[in-house]
C-alpha cells in the first residue's frame, strides 16, 4: 500500500465519482480506477458500491476512510516537522518585483514564510525584475520574479511557477500628456511617442511582446530602450520620455506623474512567475514559493 492509494481513496470518496477525482488529482480516470482496484485487492474487501450516480463509499470504505485521513495527515504533519528542522539557520535570499500590484501579494507571502519559518532568514536583494533571470543563473539570489507570456519564455535551467494572468493591452503615459485625459487610446495615436521596453538582451521574451503588441495597430513604434528597474522607467515616463506596456492592475495604484489608459484594439495577456532555480531543491525556497504561489491564488477572483 502507498500513499497514492490512500490520496486516491480520499479523493473519489470526497468527488463521488471517477471522472471528477481523477480531474482533482491530474491522473487519467482509467489509471485511478485501476489504483482503487489494487487497494481493495490489497485489503481484501470492497471500498466502493457502483452505483448510476457514481460511486459510494461500502461500509468498509467508510470505516477505512477516517484511518487514511489521519495517516495522511500524520505524513503531512511529519513532512511539515522535517522541514522546519531543515530551515533552522536557512537563508533565503529573494529579489523582489518592483510593480506595485505584486508588490502586495508578495509582501503578504513573506509574513506567511516567517510564521511557517521562524528559524530562518531573509536576505533582500535590490536586482531590478526584468534581470531576476540571470541573478538566479548567476546563483546572486534563490528566489526573483518574472513577467512572460509563458513559462517557456524562461531559461530551462529555471522553474518558473505561474501566479496570475493579466490583461496587458493598457498603456503608461505621462499624465501631462494630451492623451492623458482619455478613457482610452489607440496606437496610431501613440505612435509618436517612443515605445519604452526592456532591451532584448535582457528580456527577448517581453520585448517581442510589447512591441508585437505595439505593431498590431498597424504602425511601426518608435522604440526606445527602458532602464531594466521598473520604478526607473516610470520616472522617464512621468518625465515625459514615452509610454509603455503595463498590466491591468497598474491602474487601481498609478505610479505618480502617469496616468494608465486601455489600449484600443489590444488584446493581450501576460503571465507573473516565481522564478527559482530547478536543481535548487532546498526547503527554504520550496516552501516560499508555496506561499507566494497560495497568496496569488488566494486573490484570484472565483469562478
Sequence with gaps: MELRHLRYLVAVAEDGRLGRAAARLHVAQSALSRQIQDLERELGVALFERTSRGLRLA???????????????????GRRAAQAAALEGAVLRLALPDWASAMRRVTAALDAFRRRTPGSTV???????????????EERIDVGFGIGAAASDFAPELD?????????????????????????????ELADLPLLVPGRDVNAALYDHMVDAARSGGVEPRIATAPPSFAAGVAFIA???????????????????????????????????????AADARPV????????????????PTA
Design 239 to 277: 518625465a515625459g520620455a514615452g509610454w509603455t506596456f503595463v498590466t491591468q492592475s497598474t491602474q487601481q495604484d498609478p505610479p505618480p506623474g502617469t496616468v494608465v489608459r486601455r489600449v484600443e484594439g489590444v488584446h493581450r495577456a501576460l503571465g507573473m512567475f516565481a522564478l527559482h532555480r
Design 59 to 77: 461500509p468498509a470504505g467508510r470505516a477505512f476512510l477516517d484511518h487514511a485521513r489521519r495517516a495522511l495527515a500524520e505524513v503531512e504533519a
Design 123 to 137: 536576505e533582500l536583494d535590490p536586482t531590478p525584475w526584468p534581470l531576476h533571470p540571470a541573478a538566479l543563473r
Design 160 to 188: 518558473a511557477v505561474w501566479l496570475a494572468d493579466e490583461s496587458s493591452s493598457w498603456a503608461l503615459l505621462p499624465a501631462t500628456h494630451p492623451l492623458a485625459p482619455r478613457a482610452q487610446v489607440t496606437l496610431r
Design 285 to 300: 525556497v520550496r516552501t516560499f514559493v508555496e506561499c507566494v504561489a497560495a497568496e496569488f491564488a488566494e486573490a484570484r
